[in-house]
């Protein structure tokens, strides 16, 4: 007897390719797929090609390792930002994040990961020695560790201030402490411990 398809192969593949992607569990990605399906038969062949563009238009920018279809991309080519303090982000997303804020116009590293010895991830496997690469060339004057408050991103920015302190540069952390409009006694004791560590002078 013939097996019975209740889900269409063609559908069940896009179902497992996104799946596949971090965050995405099954219904979900029978979700997006459903959707894909219903939409006209051009849209779904234009987000087919844009997926088949993403590896042979974007590489990273050899200064910042910023995901780009130029090298170097637009924030290191840019002449108006301050190319003396460099920004160094974990992900692609975090420099996306720091952008939005309109507040930062210097330049950025991204590590793309942390330090994580579980899951086999050293200091080999993020981008530390193009960093450090970077401030050979005698034109940084700062480096602001912008990492994450997770045991993995204290990690990395400890290991980046021991690697980073034989240089003659300023090193700043990104200030953690008490988010805007949060109640201060809803605030967890770790949050509330680094928003002490992180005070500056009243004005």
């Known amino acids: 007897m013939a097996e019975i398809h209740v889900i269409p192969p063609a559908l069940e593949r896009l179902v497992r390719s996104f799946s596949s992607l971090p965050g995405i569990g099954a219904k979900t990605a029978t979700r997006l797929a459903l959707t894909i399906l219903r939409k006209p038969a051009g849209d779904a062949r234009e987000m ?7 590896h042979s238009s974007i590489r990273l920018c050899s200064r910042c ?13 840019d002449p108006r930002r301050d190319g003396s303090i460099i920004c160094v982000v ?17 330049h950025y590293h991204i590590l ?8 086999g991830i050293g200091p080999e496997e993020i981008k530390v020695k193009e960093l ?3 401030l050979n060339s005698g034109d940084i004057q700062e480096v602001l560790i912008a990492t994450s408050s ?21 090193l700043s952390r990104l200030a953690c ?9 809803y605030a967890d004791q770790h949050t509330l411990a680094r928003a002490i560590e992180s005070r500056s002078e009243a004005l």
Not at 112 to 119: E, I, K, N
């Open 65 to 77: 390792m910023a995901f780009s279809e130029t090298d170097p991309c637009t924030v290191c080519g």
């Open 150 to 170: 997770t045991v993995p991103g204290e990690a990395t920015a400890s290991f980046l201030i021991d690697t980073l302190n034989r240089f003659n540069i300023k």
């Open 90 to 106: 974990e992900q692609p997303a975090d420099l996306m994040a720091i952008e939005k804020t309109d507040h930062y116009r210097g």
């Open 177 to 185: 402490g008490i988010p805007m409009g949060m109640d201060i006694k």
């Open 132 to 134: 450090v690469a970077r």
């Open 48 to 54: 087919a090609a844009a997926l088949a563009e993403l």
């Open 112 to 119: 793309h990961g942390v330090l994580s010895p579980v899951d």
